[in-house]
């Protein structure tokens, strides 16, 4: 069960990671400008955001298997049409599918974690996620120097050969046996019946709350991705872009391996506050400082954000049963990456406007601090209903 959950996590990022290393390539093929290659990125992070409410629909009515593999399988497809798109307004819509198969798994791996787990929910949760660090890194890492020369050096056949891996994977998940014993009785005979109750609701405070930690997680990590080499350009530190890019896109690996060896931190409030506030002063220390000061500080972020947002990611299947996992991670999934999407946005229009690179990173950070009111100081989460 462990195997099959890391290697479901693993595919979560592979594909949407694939496409920057070869946007060059696919914007010659399709005529696009800068813009267009950006929108081709975010597209599918826009798509994981606002796909959580039709996610919860389909984990309602066909289960949390057929939900899984489904959208494992329009992943793959989508991710493959890409590069065989007729024109650009195509290339733009299969990528979109391409996120909302995303957001349907990954909605129902929470609660997939308390069914086919149950008795190590927080260590299941951990395990998929790191999964998902380990594909980012596959696909940002491995698609130039392994599988586009495996595809004859053909971006098309790069992006096929991804999917296949994937396809492999969503059969190996229909064979999923949940344990029989320990079942959740709320989920049905087989881990297939999530109540009609698991749609996400907009006045749920929880949701709201742990919504915005998330994004401040997502938006801290993206936000210097998206501008680590403009600000170094602009500063005259080009030479380390290279290096502190490896290093920085290294971190999430890092702390999925941290919360791999303390999954109790999973559920506990100060491990969530004391992350948001190391990922507050990493970024602080980034935009304001200059130099190794400001590189540490970069991979400081990294590092915390991602533990933050390990553990958020984890948080309803440690807190909440049955329907109530569904609901709540489709919650926190919706604001979270819709707020996360917005801020690198506004950042840099900011930036173009003051003329002031480093003001990319400030809407980000301002709420980043704001979300800090909301973490809590208690040792747990209460329970979920």
């Given at each position: 069960m462990f195997a099959v959950l890391w290697l479901v996590g693993w595919t979560l990022r592979v594909p949407v990671l694939a496409a920057p290393p070869l946007a060059t390539r696919i914007g010659n093929a399709y005529g696009l400008d800068t813009a267009g290659i950006g929108a081709l990125t975010m597209l599918p992070v826009v798509a994981i955001a606002f796909g959580a409410i039709p996610a919860a629909v389909i984990i309602t009515r066909f289960g949390l298997k057929t939900?899984?593999?489904?959208?494992?399988l329009l992943m793959a497809a989508a991710s493959s049409a890409r590069g065989y798109a007729p024109s650009g307004a195509v290339l733009f819509s299969v990528s979109v599918l391409m996120g909302l198969g995303v957001a349907v798994f990954q909605t129902a791996l929470p609660a997939a974690t308390r069914v086919w787990t149950p008795s190590h929910i927080a260590l299941g949760s951990a395990v998929y996620l790191n999964g998902m660090m380990v594909g980012?890194?596959?696909?940002?890492?491995?698609?130039?120097?392994?599988?586009?020369?495996?595809g004859g050096d053909d971006w098309r056949a790069a992006l096929l050969l991804w999917s296949v891996p994937i396809v492999f994977i969503a059969l190996a998940t229909v064979f999923v046996r949940p344990p029989e014993a320990v079942r959740d009785p709320t989920e049905g005979a087989a881990g297939?019946?999530?109540a009609a109750t698991s749609m996400p609701r907009w006045n749920d405070p929880h949701a709201w709350r742990y919504g915005m930690l998330l994004a401040g997680s997502v938006a801290a990590f993206y936000v210097i991705n998206s501008y680590v080499g403009p600000i170094l350009q602009d500063r005259g530190e080009t030479?380390?872009?290279?290096?502190l890019l490896f290093a920085y896109n290294a971190t999430p690996l890092l702390a999925s391996i941290a919360?791999?060896?303390?999954?109790?931190?999973?559920?506990?409030?100060?491990?969530?506050?004391?992350?948001?506030?190391?990922?507050?002063?990493g970024l602080a220390?980034?935009?304001?400082l200059s130099g190794w000061p400001s590189w540490a500080a970069a991979l400081l972020t990294g590092f915390a954000a991602s533990v933050e947002m390990i553990l958020l990611v984890s948080l309803p299947a440690v807190i909440a049963k049955g329907h109530a996992v569904t609901r709540l991670s489709a919650g926190m999934t919706l604001v979270g990456y819709g707020i996360a999407f917005v801020l690198p946005l506004m950042g840099g229009w900011l930036a173009k406007r003051l003329e002031w690179l480093e003001f990319a990173l400030i809407p980000s950070l301002v709420f980043m601090v704001a979300a800090l009111f909301v973490a809590g100081k208690n040792r747990r989460y209460r329970e979920y209903e």
């Open positions: 939900a899984i593999t489904g959208g494992l980012e890194m596959s696909g940002a890492g491995l698609t130039l120097p392994v599988v586009l020369p495996m297939q019946e999530i030479s380390a872009l290279a290096g919360v791999l060896a303390v999954p109790r931190w999973i559920g506990r409030q100060r491990p969530i506050a004391a992350s948001a506030v190391l990922s507050v002063a220390g980034f935009a304001f």
